[in-house]
């Protein structure tokens, strides 16, 4: 249900006084209204949820999570060594 | 897009929880979120924890928590003539007499949609009354509220919404103030890319229980379980963001703002729980031409459950499928008994998917 999948904006276009942008997954292509964000670009990863796109993903916050789990493990370990 | 799940990280984790966990009596943690419950399973993730450190799926399907009363009020407005609009898992939920598939095989018009915007464009093309099922966390109410305002302003009026949305922090406040053991929560991530972490810094203070919002690839699941047994070590209680590269500090303030403007919080009972103190989300005033027991006389019904199913003591946390005396024998998802069973969302389900490996 919350299953929403990372998918890359590959279109985005008007239908009907509505934003929708087309997104892609493994080669698959959807369908998604863009009424609860404002700022997506073609190039983005959008999270996908009923027909909606919920968020943008951020690579930059990937990769910061990424050192910051690092660092947090690193801290452990010298927690551990008390 | 990156891939998150760092094969160092992951190794990692697996040693830091291995390590707290020696510091640590037995410490339960419950999941809010069907998803969580797949990766959990498909991943093997409770094999490598130890003993002491167990995660437990809570209420976090909707289709699971949805009541018997509001199923059997989608199979009798089909039954008057309505097209019942629903995602596909409400679809073979088992109501007191029936599913809304067994009625379909009875020549009901029932349709399986993918989202709410699929349901209006089945009325606007065929200019029939459509009902829509509307279900769903936080995560999903933005789209109920997004389409009831544009249904508004194209004048579209032969389409209605059965509201069955519910929000997730006061079930987690009900089963915290009823004095579960439960000592850490992994917080649904994608309910809070649209509440941000507000409602669960309220939680947190009151009830002094480490929170953590995560996302849904393994290496999330164990970088939470690190953060929440690091708090419990060090006797701390605090709301940590795992998911940052989806979840902001503030959440999605346009889906918040429609949601606020389409719906207010109600007491709601669900399935397995009691009535919740703002447990749902009701049409205001404004918007009530769309609640379709504002437009239409529904009867009282009786509920007939089978007494059996436990999904309620599984939705509260209490117990596993593998509790259960129906589980894989009489109760499948062939042939689903509760509802927890029937959704790709809902603890049995998962469980039977996944059986070999449990």
New interface residues.
């Given amino acids: ?4 999948i ?1 998918c ?1 904006v590959v279109e985005i276009f008007e239908e009907d006084g ?1 934003r929708y942008a087309i997104a892609e997954y493994k080669g698959v292509r959807q369908k998604a ?1 863009l ?4 700022d997506v670009k073609v190039g983005d ?1 959008i ?1 996908i ?4 796109a ?2 943008v ?3 930059e ?6 050192e ?3 660092e ?2 690193e801290a ?2 010298k927690e ?1 060594n008390k | ?2 891939d ?1 799940n ?1 094969r160092r ?1 992951i190794k ?2 697996i040693e ?1 929880i291995r ?2 966990s020696t510091k640590l009596d037995r410490v339960k943690i419950m999941h809010l ?3 969580h419950e797949h990766v959990i399973c498909r991943y093997g993730i409770r094999d490598v924890l130890p003993e002491n450190i167990t995660v437990i799926p809570g209420p ?4 699971c928590v949805t009541t018997q009363r509001e199923i059997d009020t989608a199979i009798y407005l089909a039954e008057e003539g309505y097209t019942v609009a629903t ?1 596909g ?1 409400m679809y073979r939920v088992p109501g007191s007499k029936k599913s809304l598939m067994e009625l379909q095989s009875e020549g009901a018009d029932i349709r399986i949609v ?5 349901a209006v464009r089945i009325g606007e093309k065929e200019g029939k009354d459509v009902v829509f099922i509307a ?3 936080e ?2 109410a ?2 109920t509220a ?1 389409e009831v305002v ?1 249904v508004r302003s194209k004048g579209i009026d032969n389409f209605y919404i059965l509201n069955c949305h519910r929000q997730m922090p006061p079930a987690v406040e009900f089963l915290l103030e009823e004095g579960s053991n439960i000592q850490g929560f992994i917080c ?1 991530g ?2 809070a ?2 509440t941000g972490l507000k409602p669960y810094y309220e939680l947190c203070k009151r009830y002094r229980v480490p929170m953590v919002v995560a996302g ?1 690839e393994p290496v999330d699941v164990l ?1 939470s379980i ?2 929440i047994l ?1 708090q419990i070590v060090n006797r701390e209680y605090k709301v940590e963001n ?1 998911y ?5 500090e503030g959440g ?1 303030i ?2 918040q703002r ?1 949601i606020d403007k389409v719906f207010e919080p109600v007491d709601v009972p669900w399935r397995g729980f009691p009535v919740i103190k703002n447990g749902g989300l009701k049409l205001r005033e404004e918007y009530r031409e769309f609640d379709i027991y504002y437009h239409e006389d529904i009867p009282e019904m009786k509920e007939i459950v089978n007494n059996n199913c436990i999904c309620g003591e599984i939705l509260r946390g209490e117990k596993l499928p593998t509790d259960c005396k129906l589980f894989g024998r009489y109760c499948n998802p062939l042939n689903p008994v509760g509802s927890c069973m029937v ?3 809902g603890t049995c389900n998962i469980f039977y998917k996944y059986r070999k490996l449990i």
């Fill in positions: 249900m919350c299953l929403a990372p890359k509505e209204k009424t609860l964000l404002e990863y999270l949820h009923t027909g909606y919920i968020e993903l951020s690579e916050d990937a990769k910061l999570s990424l910051a789990w690092e947090l493990f452990l370990s551990d | 897009m990156i998150i760092s990280i990692k984790s830091i390590k707290l979120c069907g998803s976090g399907c909707p289709v995602l898992d993918y989202g709410i915007g699929d279900i769903g966390f995560t999903t933005p789209t997004a544009s649904p994608h309910v890319t649209i849904f970088v690190v953060m690091r795992e940052r590269r989806a979840v902001k999605n346009i889906a429609l959704s790709e969302e």
